[in-house]
């Protein structure tokens, strides 16, 4: 899993403030995912970017939640407004490309905790 | 509506004795199939993945079965050693899709000494 930099590891944000997760893809990856896993719940994907696009965000919530993965530097997940409900693990994973052969490759997660 | 199921939460072996791990899944639009292992507190760690048109992939003590018109699929590991222990995610692709995968809720394999 280190290929894959997930930070911060724990984050912990009041309700109403801004959360802004980063994830930096293995070297030679192009893709990137983000999943979040709640409490005893498998991983829900949320996002998927290629560089300065996004291609699929069909299960992004609609609103506070916003991705990013620009030209130069890591992919950002930020969720504005955070409400208690926003507390999980999220995940970012990466792929060279698309397809078989080519498993995601995942970080270590932001833990975060909204209070 | 669950397209990837794993219906059983836990499962307990002795070292040395097989594990089994299943998994269902709704979607016939499904071809590529993966399992991941993950312990606490780390991300998902890739295992083994089978595509739709085989029925079987070894890697070492672990193998994936594939059954396609029962929408089964298994992962078997043996012998089973105690760093086995882990929670175990099994997640299906849609051919054409994006790339994104679907995960199960995960099995927490105990393998006792």
């Known amino acids: 899993n280190a290929g894959v930099m997930q930070n911060p590891r724990h984050l912990v944000r009041r309700r109403g403030q801004e959360a802004r997760l980063r994830c930096s893809p293995m070297?030679?990856?192009?893709?990137v995912y983000w999943y979040r896993q709640l409490p005893e719940e498998g991983l829900k994907f949320m996002v998927y970017l290629q560089k300065e696009n996004i291609i699929d965000e069909s299960g992004m919530p609609k609103e506070r939640f916003s991705a990013e993965f620009p030209k130069e530097g890591p992919s950002i997940l930020r969720i504005q407004q955070v409400v208690r409900g926003d507390s999980a693990a999220y995940f970012c994973?990466?792929?060279?490309?698309?397809?078989?052969?080519?498993?995601?490759?995942f970080g270590n997660g932001t833990r975060l905790t909204v209070t | 509506d669950q397209q990837v199921k794993q219906n059983s939460p836990s499962l307990s072996v002795q070292e040395g004795r097989i594990s089994i791990l299943n998994c269902d899944y709704t979607n016939s639009m499904f071809d590529y199939f993966l399992w991941y292992k993950k312990y606490p507190a780390e991300g998902p760690t890739f295992l083994i993945s089978?595509?739709?048109?085989?029925d079987k992939n070894e890697d070492g003590r672990f193998t994936v079965f594939l059954n396609k018109s029962a929408k089964h699929l298994s992962l078997h590991i043996v012998p089973s050693q105690p760093g086995d222990s882990a929670v175990y995610f099994c997640?299906?692709?849609?051919?054409?899709?994006?790339?994104?995968?679907?995960f199960g809720k995960g099995t927490k394999l105990s393998v006792k000494p």
């Open positions: 089978i595509s739709s048109i085989k």
């Open positions: 070297k030679g990856h192009s893709h």
């Open positions: 994973a990466s792929s060279p490309r698309t397809g078989e052969g080519s498993p995601l490759h």
């Open positions: 997640a299906a692709r849609a051919g054409g899709s994006q790339g994104n995968l679907i």
